[in-house]
């Protein structure tokens, strides 16, 4: 047995979590919430066979399941790459909300006008901490999840030569998990500018309060 090979059988589990972003529907200011969830994938070599277990999975992968059956997917690690898709579908609209919250406050306090006219109080400063942390947050999780993505893809193209998947399948799925990841990419970088935006905020706020 090549060595890549009992190397991957003394460990044919792939388990991780991720966490991401939906809409509550309780009635708060802030409509999202961060939620966890985990993937376990059990592989068996032998007859090219997974066990699959997901706790709390995104709404949006069991929507997708109704639609793509597992037996469908042809790559042997294809449900990851469903996993992450769900998980990051909210990015955009959840990175938009902090970033309207941002630009509302950055507008009343770049406002030209004297010291004494700024509308700012303790209160003013709050709203700019909590949105630094959530910038933060999202920063956080979009870097882990990155870093979850390469070690997919790593793990995705030691199976493929195992079981000599057919280079056409193992292309494209490489394809959508760099897709995947430079959609990521992305939307880190806008977490970095929400980030530098509230610093840039947070610093006009001290030198506004008394």
């Keep these: 047995m090549p060595e890549k090979a009992a190397e991957l059988l003394q460990k044919p589990d792939i388990c991780y979590n991720i966490r991401h972003f939906e809409r509550h529907r309780r009635d708060l200011d802030d409509p999202w919430s961060c939620r966890q969830s985990a993937i376990h994938q059990k592989f068996y070599f032998a007859n090219e066979h997974s066990k699959w277990i997901v706790v709390h999975p995104p709404l949006l992968f069991g929507e997708s ?86 070690s997919l893809k790593v793990l995705a193209d030691k199976i493929a030569q195992i079981i000599n998947l057919p280079s056409t399948v193992a292309d494209s799925f490489r394809a959508e998990l760099e897709n995947t990841s430079s959609e990521l990419r992305r939307q880190l970088l806008t977490a970095r500018k929400l980030l530098l935006l509230s610093k840039d905020i947070k610093s006009m706020v001290t030198s506004a309060l008394p």
């Design 65 to 150: 399941l109704k639609y793509i059956h597992p037996s469908q997917i042809a790559h042997p690690m294809g449900l990851h790459l469903q996993y992450l898709t769900a998980g990051a579908a909210n990015w955009n609209e959840y990175l938009n909300h902090i970033s309207e919250k941002l630009a509302a406050l950055d507008q009343k306090i770049s406002f030209p006008k004297s010291l004494k006219d700024f509308d700012v109080d303790f209160s003013f400063s709050q709203q700019v901490h909590v949105l630094r942390q959530k910038s933060s947050q999202a920063h956080f999780v979009l870097d882990n999840t990155i870093a979850t993505v390469a």
